[in-house]
């Protein structure tokens, strides 16, 4: 069984970091993709960052691009999310994910890609 396990959210102001962890057990780690969502009450899950197990070709939404960075550790089965110059708009839970590496290939950002979610990690950043 697939469990993901995030932390590292938090409080910060605007322009703050925050660097979010991603735990991943149950999973064999070389042919994934891993992915980071997020998302406000009442509104749709966003897709904002995504990698390959392997390391290569991370993808980025454009609300987050040259801001956030995602990486991963192979021997620790982790993906991180480092979020620098952090704004209030990036307030929300963040949810790590983890899917076949078929999605990083076709659609890194669709929510139905991704057959394993983490509980979540809070992030608020207040101006």
């Known amino acids: 069984q697939v469990h993901l396990v995030e932390s590292g959210g938090g409080s910060v102001h605007t322009g703050g970091s925050l660097n979010l962890s991603c735990v991943a057990s149950g999973l064999t780690w070389a042919s994934n993709c891993m992915g980071w969502f997020r998302q406000i009450p009442g509104k749709e899950r966003e897709g904002i960052a995504a990698i390959y197990s392997s390391g290569s070709e991370p993808f980025y939404a454009d609300s987050v691009k040259g801001r956030f960075t995602i990486s991963q550790d192979n021997a620790k089965k982790t993906v991180y999310l480092q979020m620098n110059s952090l704004k209030p708009e990036d307030t929300a839970m963040y949810y790590c994910?983890?899917?076949?590496?078929?999605?990083?290939?076709?659609?890194?950002?669709?929510?139905?890609?991704?057959?394993?979610w983490g509980q979540g990690t809070q992030v608020i950043v207040s101006s």
């Open positions: 994910a983890a899917s076949t590496f078929r999605a990083c290939m076709w659609s890194p950002f669709r929510t139905n890609e991704y057959d394993n």
